[in-house]
């Protein structure tokens, strides 16, 4: 079962706590405008008696022209395809309503892949997605970070992302946040 989900990342960072003498709040000045932006889509990945896998990938948008500046259909099919690969098996796939996720086209290519099943979670559900919290993780991990740059952000996030999937114990903590589990309901 693989839980999907997107996020992205600007040159400003998230607000974060951080410590300072008393009185002088720590201020770093970062600019933010026009400077690009990194988009992530991930899954989580889970399989009752296996370890947890963090299976993601990044798109950077310079904020050119007629740029796309989120992931698209074929972007989320490919991410899929190389899912299927490296777990080697069917996929139980969960995921928001975003407008990419429902198009025709994306059901067009979901409807070829007789190995994938699609759920759907209901409108405004981020708390059932572990996902959400692997998002969550890394923002809290990049708080009041200054990068020189939008490579030396794509660098330090997926640092960070594989300093993730490097902790099974971490990936089975956000599927348990969201209070699903993977065994059977027995009555």
Known sequence: MCFEDE???T???PKARTWGRRGHTPQVPVSGKGSGRISIA????YKPGRRPRL??????????KNERRSFG???????LDAAHQQLR???????????????????????????LHVIRLPAYAPDLNPTEQVWSHLKRSIGNLAVCGLDHLLAIIRNRLKRIQYR???????LTH???TLLPHRP
């Open 89 to 115: 098996g069917p996929i139980v796939l969960v995921w928001d309503n975003l407008n990419t996720h429902i198009s025709a086209a994306m059901r067009q290519m979901i409807a070829a892949r007789d190995w």
């Open 55 to 64: 299976i993601y990938r990044t798109i950077v948008h310079r904020g050119r």
């Open 73 to 79: 259909e074929r972007d989320y099919i490919s991410l």
């Open 168 to 174: 099974p114990d971490l990936l089975d903590g956000f």
């Open 11 to 13: 040159l400003r960072p």
């Open 7 to 9: 996020a992205g990342q």
């Open 178 to 180: 969201t209070g699903l």
């Open 42 to 45: 991930g899954l989580a990945c």
